[in-house]
């Protein structure tokens, strides 16, 4: 091996180092996981409420579905880093916590206010891929904190919502279109989260 390979590798090695040092510490593998588990059952009671829906009251309750999937993501999710932060964070790991926060922040807040402007306007077909897409740049946003396996399922999650925002309401609105994606997805990034800590403790 010459002097340069030897650099190279060097380098490597310090780059990889300091991603696991920037790694946010307060994201739990398993509240990632269960709020998949969420959008798997918020799935199933569309599936039997309205899987399709047609109408006004159909498209209110849609959004009453999805919407209590997310309360209950968002709580189980922050207030596993709540707890985290508490109990365990150092002045280092407040630092990336505010980051994290920050970083998140901007597309949790679109998301939101686009998804009550279009129900306002009956326009739920475009809630999919708003939600997608929103998800999608927070996990991009937040991409130097968080496993490097992340980064391909948000790419999955950006090319989905652009993809739904195209997509006749039949399609974009059915029961397996969020679970899919939040559900599966979801659970795979509390796999990767619990592996990637415990590459970090090992």
């Not at 740049?137 to 496993?147: E, K, N, Q, Y």
């Not at 609105?173 to 796999?191: K, N, S």
Request: hydrophobic share 60%.
């Amino acid at each position: 091996m010459n002097e340069l390979e030897r650099a190279l590798l060097d380098i490597a090695e310090v780059r990889d180092r300091l991603a696991q040092t920037q790694r946010f510490k307060g994201y739990s593998g398993v509240a990632a996981a269960a709020s998949g588990v969420f959008a798997l059952v918020a799935g199933a009671v569309q599936a039997v409420l309205v899987p399709v829906p047609q109408g006004a009251h159909d498209a209110r309750l849609y959004f009453a579905i999805w919407l209590t999937c997310c309360a209950a993501a968002a709580i189980v999710n922050y207030g596993a880093i709540a707890h985290w932060f508490v109990s365990d964070a150092s002045a280092r790991d407040r630092w990336q916590t505010r980051t994290v926060g920050l970083a998140i922040l901007p597309a949790l807040v679109l998301g939101a206010a686009l998804s009550f402007a279009l129900l306002a306007h009956d326009h739920v077909s475009d809630l999919p891929g708003i939600w997608y897409g929103c998800y999608g740049v927070g996990l991009f946003a937040s991409r130097t904190l968080i496993p490097r396996g992340v980064a391909a399922i948000a790419a999955g999650f950006l090319a989905a919502g652009i993809a739904l925002m195209f997509a006749p309401p039949a399609i974009a609105l059915a029961w397996w279109v969020l679970p899919l994606g939040f559900g599966l997805g979801q659970i795979a990034i509390g796999a990767l989260v619990l592996r990637d800590r415990a590459e970090v403790d090992a």
